[in-house]
Nanobody, 111 residues
Framework: QVQLVESGGGSVQPGGSLTLSCAASGFAVDDFLMAWWRQVPGKEREFVAALSAGRTTYAEFVKGRFTIYRGYAENTVMLQMDMLEPEDTAVYFC??????WGQGTQVTVSS
């Protein structure tokens, strides 16, 4: 059974950093495209970053600030978020390809 569990969200001031973790079970993250998405209440869920076979893709609004990478812990995918802005406030979701979602983790950027 595929399961994705996000963690690492929290509250941070503008300019700060957070690292999100996506722990996967039921499949090997190295065998699939893994992506991070985010959603603000009342808006569509939007793509943030993807990792597939060592190649990364980023939304324009996070380029140079966020980094997606394979975690050191078993079967995890990480999202390093630097230079956070209030506009980055959202629930962040991990996703296996175009399939299952995790439950999300809240990120709040505020002074």
């Amino acid at each position: 059974q595929v399961q994705l569990v996000e963690s690492g969200g929290g509250s941070v001031q503008p300019g700060g950093s957070l690292t999100l973790s996506c722990a996967a079970s039921g499949f090997a993250v190295d065998d699939f495209l893994m992506a991070w998405w985010r959603q603000v209440p009342g808006k569509e869920r939007e793509f943030v970053a993807a990792l597939s076979a060592g190649r990364t893709t980023y939304a324009e609004f996070v380029k140079g600030r966020f980094t997606i990478y394979r975690g050191y812990a078993e079967n995890t995918v990480m999202l390093q978020m630097d230079m956070l802005e209030p506009e980055d406030t959202a629930v962040y979701f991990c996703r296996k390809g175009l399939g299952p979602w995790g439950q999300g983790t809240q990120v709040t950027v505020s002074s």
